[in-house]
């Protein structure tokens, strides 16, 4: 499966964007996806994901009542809807995609067999 994450932009603190991961070729109803994002410096971090099976949602404390995922299946295509931005939250955002996750591993990067290329989110002050 070929992921494509868009939607990121340069934006003020208190402000929302919304990032789309898109696929193409294979439908990611049959995959568990997840979005991880890297600020300059740090490690990969964990953001939030959503599962294959019966859609369960999980997010990191940093996000967690800011941020939502979703699914839409018709349009082949998972979103992150993300509010009350702060500079915090810069990074570059990931989307992933693995077809076999268990629940334990969902905020494991390395358990996640496909990546598109991020997309960058900049947060000003």
């Known amino acids: 499966v070929q992921l494509q994450a868009s939607g990121g932009g340069l934006v003020q603190a208190g402000d929302s964007l919304r990032l789309s991961c898109a696929s193409s070729g294979r439908s990611l109803r049959d995959y568990s996806v997840g979005w991880f994002r890297q600020a300059p410096g740090k490690e990969r971090e964990f953001v939030a994901a959503?599962?294959?099976?019966?859609?369960?949602?999980y997010y990191a404390d940093s996000v967690k009542g800011r941020f939502t995922i979703s699914k839409d299946n018709a349009k082949n295509t998972v979103y992150v809807q993300m509010n009350s931005l702060s500079p915090d939250d810069t990074a570059t955002y990931y989307c992933?995609?693995?077809?076999?996750?268990?629940?334990?591993?969902?905020?494991?990067?390395?358990?996640?067999?496909?990546w598109g290329k991020g997309t960058l989110v900049t947060v000003s002050s």
């Open positions: 959503i599962k294959r099976a019966g859609g369960a949602t």
């Open positions: 992933a995609a693995d077809k076999s996750l268990i629940t334990s591993s969902i905020r494991n990067a390395d358990a996640y067999d496909y």
